[in-house]
């Protein structure tokens, strides 16, 4: 059973860093996509960063620059860092993954569309900037 635990949420100001972690466990397939995703209150869920099964990082045009996804060498835990952040990046932040994927770049759309019930969410965690 895939299980994927966030952690380090939280609020910070504008300009600030924060770091978030997911905990992940469970994938049985050697080739699966992992990342980030975010929904913020109203808006529809939207891809951030993702990592393919080949560690091709995939940035959302909006995070570009500022953010960074990575992965430690045992693929136990995923991280998200960050940087410069904007009241426009307040949003619950999601941890996801999907066996039997290896192009990163397309499930970063299509884990909120066509393939949603094929991928596993993580409870999500918050991260709210202020002014």
């Known amino acids: 059973q895939v299980q994927l635990v966030e952690s380090g949420g939280g609020s910070v100001q504008a300009g600030g860093s924060l770091r978030l972690s997911c905990a992940a466990s469970?994938?049985?397939?050697?080739?699966?996509?992992v990342g980030w995703f975010r929904q913020a209150p109203g808006t529809e869920r939207e891809g951030v960063a993702s990592?393919?099964?080949?560690?091709?990082?995939t940035y959302a045009d909006s995070v570009k620059g500022r953010f960074t996804i990575s992965q430690d060498s045992a693929k136990h835990n995923l991280y998200l860092q960050m940087n410069y952040l904007k009241p426009g990046d307040t949003a619950a932040y999601y941890c996801?993954?999907?066996?039997?994927?290896?192009?990163?770049?397309?499930?970063?759309?299509?884990?909120?569309?066509?393939?949603?019930?094929?991928?596993?969410w993580g409870q999500g965690t918050q991260v709210t900037v202020s002014s």
């Open positions: 996801a993954g999907m066996g039997g994927c290896y192009d990163g770049s397309w499930w970063l759309n299509a884990a909120v569309k066509s393939v949603r019930a094929n991928t596993h």
């Open positions: 469970g994938f049985t397939d050697n080739r699966y996509c």
């Open positions: 990592l393919s099964s080949s560690l091709i990082p």
